[in-house]
């Protein structure tokens, strides 16, 4: 059975993992191979610690299965004017997509959200993921550069772009709740 529940800074090793196998399989051609390969691992590795340690003013939710950490979903409240929380990392292991662990965690992040809007970006190249949020009610906004990890343009292979991805009403994504437990 696959358990959702607050990540802590004793699982930022195993987020950083898995949050560096998603960008492995998702982010390959907008990401510098190098960056990916070799660097990623660390950065992650610190960028978690950091985070979880200090969770000030972001909430991450944890799905586990069978001991195993296969999803993660990290929001930053207040982090646009206008379009409210920015939900900086949704991700689920491979094996485990298509069986509504996404949706359920998109859900439980929409609802620590309280009277905003819920936003994302994700890569232009990924257009499974844009229709997994397409198919939750997410309307595609505006396109940018995707910058770069860091703030180092060697980690990008060019210029890849990025779509914005908003819900206005976080409530539209807490109803897929009882959707997932039926």
Same mark, same amino acid.
């Given at each position: 059975? *696959?358990?959702?529940?607050? $990540?802590?800074?004793?699982? $930022? $090793?195993?987020?950083? /993992?898995?949050?560096?196998?998603?960008?492995?399989?998702?982010?390959?051609?907008?990401?510098?191979?190098?960056?990916?390969?070799?660097?990623?691992? /660390?950065?992650? !590795?610190?960028?978690?610690?950091?985070?979880l340690a200090a969770r000030d003013g972001t909430w991450t939710t944890v799905a586990e299965y069978d001991g195993q950490l296969i999803g993660l979903s990290h929001v930053v409240y207040d982090a646009d004017p206008k379009f409210g $929380?920015?939900?900086?990392?949704?991700?689920?292991?491979?094996?485990?997509?298509?069986?509504?662990? !996404?949706?359920?965690? &998109?859900?439980?992040?929409? /609802?620590?959200?309280?009277?905003?809007?819920?936003?994302?970006?994700?890569?232009?190249?990924? *257009? %499974?993921?844009?229709?997994?949020?397409?198919?939750?009610?997410?309307?595609?906004?505006?396109?940018?550069?995707?910058?770069?990890?860091?703030?180092?343009?060697?980690?990008?292979?060019?210029?890849? %772009?990025?779509?914005?991805?908003?819900?206005?009403?976080?409530?539209? &994504?807490?109803?897929?709740?009882?959707?997932?437990?039926?």
């Open positions: 059975m *696959t358990t959702f529940r607050v $990540a802590g800074p004793d699982d $930022a $090793a195993a987020v950083a /993992e898995l949050h560096g196998d998603s960008w492995r399989r998702h982010y390959r051609g907008a990401y510098a191979d190098e960056f990916l390969d070799d660097e990623s691992p /660390e950065y992650l !590795g610190t960028m978690w610690a950091e985070r $929380a920015l939900v900086d990392n949704l991700h689920v292991r491979a094996p485990r997509k298509r069986q509504g662990i !996404g949706t359920r965690l &998109l859900a439980l992040t929409a /609802e620590t959200v309280r009277d905003t809007g819920i936003y994302l970006w994700v890569l232009e190249q990924n *257009t %499974a993921a844009q229709g997994f949020y397409a198919a939750r009610g997410g309307i595609r906004g505006e396109r940018k550069e995707v910058p770069p990890p860091g703030g180092e343009p060697r980690r990008l292979n060019g210029r890849p %772009a990025c779509f914005r991805y908003y819900w206005p009403d976080p409530a539209t &994504l807490t109803d897929s709740i009882s959707a997932y437990d039926a």
